[in-house]
């Protein structure tokens, strides 16, 4: 007999129901009035956190599942509830995976929990290295960390923007040079604790889509913090610094890390919208009447339809093997966590435009939430790595060629 197989057990199951029933419960019926209000939505988040969803518990059970499929299931299901709202009670894990990604177990202990806090005093926190003039391009980050020996502190000075939960968390992890002649070799990632002085919220963005999730820009003006907050400590830093001036090979990247580890849940969190306007669209071919007949019986709408379920399911099983090879340590030989991404990014985009096409001018009208789905699902062809730096990192790992 083989051990092999493609179900979820029977506690994927349980949390995967116990997330779904939330979804249609509560962050589905919420859905269009915080689109519209384009805030975040507090109550939901309060909501999340008094049942346990949102909590250093649930996340941390998420990420101990020994086959890496819980974070991925949980952030599909969230996201087939709403997108923005689930981006708003998940976005914290981006600052979480940045802390986990390169601190030490002491700072883990230390700043993981206050990430979450508790349901009477919830925090966010954020994972901050985009900046005005360095998007896809991480290795030209302009927001400096001077290093202050006779204080112990690092001062930082910049500006980051398009940053989840930028200026409301509590915690911001930040990713500033130290040397910027060493490129992304002389970066290193910061805790921003609360109330640091220095540190606020630029402008708010409106967006596209998932506007239920704060986007802005973080401003640094000679925000100090102390030595203990680099992530990874000094030593560590001093010893990649080194090894980058005197020409020997690069380890891990820290802006880097944390990406490779999180794409597999982005690309779930498309995979989630992809399924929300696929079941609309299925149930509403099956009603609707034209020429006599429900739409589906026409093999253009079905067909479609086929499409659409074909392209979400294989999407998932991208997602769902990158998450495993993530968590058992398998190497991204032919960078499956960005196919992974960038497959469900694109499927998304696709499938919910094809919705909009069975659903006709019911699809364009914000009377019906595919339009929404639409717009949320554009994202994820952009956020975590464009599609193009997907397809880069996929090109680069297949050939062993620097692809430019
Ligand atoms: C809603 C939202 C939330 C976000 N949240 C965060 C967050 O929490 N933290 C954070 O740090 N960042 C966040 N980002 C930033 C996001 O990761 C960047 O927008 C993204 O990496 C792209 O960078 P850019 O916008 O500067 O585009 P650019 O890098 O300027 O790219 C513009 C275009 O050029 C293409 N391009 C660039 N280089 C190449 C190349 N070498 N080959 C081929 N094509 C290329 C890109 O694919 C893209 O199509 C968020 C963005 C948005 C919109």
């Known amino acids: 007999m083989s051990d092999f197989s493609l179900e979820l057990n029977e506690d994927q199951l349980q949390v995967q129901k116990w997330v779904h029933d939330f979804a249609e419960a509560t962050v589905r ?5 915080w689109d519209e209000r384009e805030e975040t939505p507090w109550p939901l988040i309060e909501e999340a956190a008094r049942i346990g969803l949102y909590s250093l518990d649930f996340v941390s059970s998420c990420f101990d599942d020994p086959t890496g499929l819980l974070m991925p299931i949980v952030n599909e299901e969230l996201c087939w509830g709403d997108a923005g709202i689930a981006l708003s009670i998940f976005g914290s894990t981006l600052g979480v995976a940045g802390i986990l990604a390169n601190g030490t177990p002491e700072q883990i202990a230390e700043w993981v929990p ?19 003039d360095a998007g896809s391009d991480v290795s030209s980050l302009r927001t400096r960390a001077a290093y202050d020996q006779a204080t112990d502190t690092w001062v930082l000075n910049g500006t980051k923007t398009w940053i989840t939960n930028g200026g409301i968390a509590d915690v911001h992890v930040v990713v500033a040079s130290v040397d910027p002649e060493l490129g992304a070799r002389g970066q290193a990632s910061f805790v921003v604790p609360p109330g640091t002085p220095g540190i606020r919220q630029g402008q708010k963005f409106k967006k596209m889509g998932i506007r239920a999730s704060h986007t802005a820009e973080v401003i640094l003006e000679d925000c100090r913090v102390p030595g203990s907050c680099l992530l990874g400590g000094k030593e560590k830093l001093d010893e990649r610094m080194a090894r980058a001036r005197e020409g020997k090979p690069a380890k891990v990247q820290a802006a880097m890390a944390t990406f490779e580890a999180t794409r597999p849940a982005v690309g779930a969190q498309a995979v989630g919208i992809a399924r929300a306007a696929y079941e609309f669209a299925l149930d509403y071919a099956k009603e609707r009447v034209q ?6 019986e026409n093999q253009g709408i079905a067909f479609k339809l086929a499409d659409m379920k074909t392209r979400i399911d294989a999407a998932r099983l991208l997602c769902h093997r990158a998450a495993w ?6 190497a991204f030989a032919s960078g499956e966590g960005s196919m992974s991404k960038l497959f469900a990014g694109e499927t998304a ?11 006709g001018g019911y699809g364009y009208v914000r009377d ?3 339009e929404r789905w639409h717009r949320d699902s554009k994202i994820y062809t952009i956020f975590e ?9 996929i090109a680069r790992a297949i050939s062993g060629m620097h692809i430019q």
């Open 114 to 132: 206050q990430c979450f806090g508790t349901p009477d005093d919830i925090k966010l926190a954020a994972f901050a290295v985009s900046e005005p």
């Open 368 to 370: 019906y939430p595919v």
């Open 29 to 33: 019926p919420a859905a269009h009035e």
């Open 325 to 330: 090879m993530g968590r058992t340590g398998k």
């Open 291 to 296: 020429f006599g007949r429900p739409i589906i």
């Open 385 to 393: 790595g464009t599609s193009e730096i997907q397809r880069l990192v």
């Open 349 to 359: 985009v696709w499938v919910t435009e094809q919705a909009i096409q069975v659903l």
